[in-house]
C-alpha cells in the first residue's frame, strides 16, 4: 500500500516562506510524476506545481517565479518552496502522485493534506 505524507504546514506572514514536503513510502515500481495542488474555502482544487520524475516542472501562473517544485528520486520525495507569499496562497495544500506498481500499473495517489495560512 502506497501512502503519501506530508509535512511543513504553519501560518506565515505576507512575504513570508514556508517549505513543503511529500514521501511516498510503500513497495512500488517507481514514481512518474508528483505534484502539488491546493484548495481554499468555497474554491475547487487546483494545480499548483507539478514535476516528473526526469525534472520537468509546471508552474500555475498565480505562483510562477514564487513557488519551486524539486523532486529527490532516491527519497521518494517532492518538496515546494513557497516564498513571497500572499494571503490568496491560504489554503490546504495536497501532494499528489503517479506511480507505478511492480506490476507496472499506474495509480493516483493523493496526501492527507496540509494547512498553510498567510497572514498578519
Known amino acids: 500500500q502506497v501512502q503519501l505524507v506530508e509535512s511543513g504546514e504553519g501560518v506565515v506572514q505576507p512575504g513570508g516562506s514556508l517549505r513543503l514536503s511529500c514521501t511516498a513510502s510503500g513497495t512500488f515500481f517507481s514514481i512518474n510524476a508528483m505534484a502539488w495542488y491546493r484548495q481554499a474555502p468555497g474554491k475547487e482544487r487546483e494545480l499548483v506545481a507539478s514535476i516528473t520524475s526526469g525534472g520537468f516542472s509546471k508552474y500555475a501562473d498565480s505562483v510562477k517565479g514564487r513557488f519551486t517544485i524539486s523532486m529527490d528520486n532516491a527519497k521518494n520525495t517532492v518538496y515546494m518552496q513557497m516564498n513571497s507569499l500572499k494571503p490568496e496562497d491560504t489554503a490546504v495544500y495536497y501532494c499528489?502522485?503517479?506511480?507505478?506498481?511492480?506490476?507496472?500499473?499506474?495509480?493516483?495517489?493523493w496526501g492527507q493534506g496540509t494547512q498553510v495560512t498567510v497572514s498578519s
Open positions: 499528489y502522485s503517479e506511480i507505478q506498481d511492480l506490476r507496472r500499473l499506474l495509480y493516483q495517489y
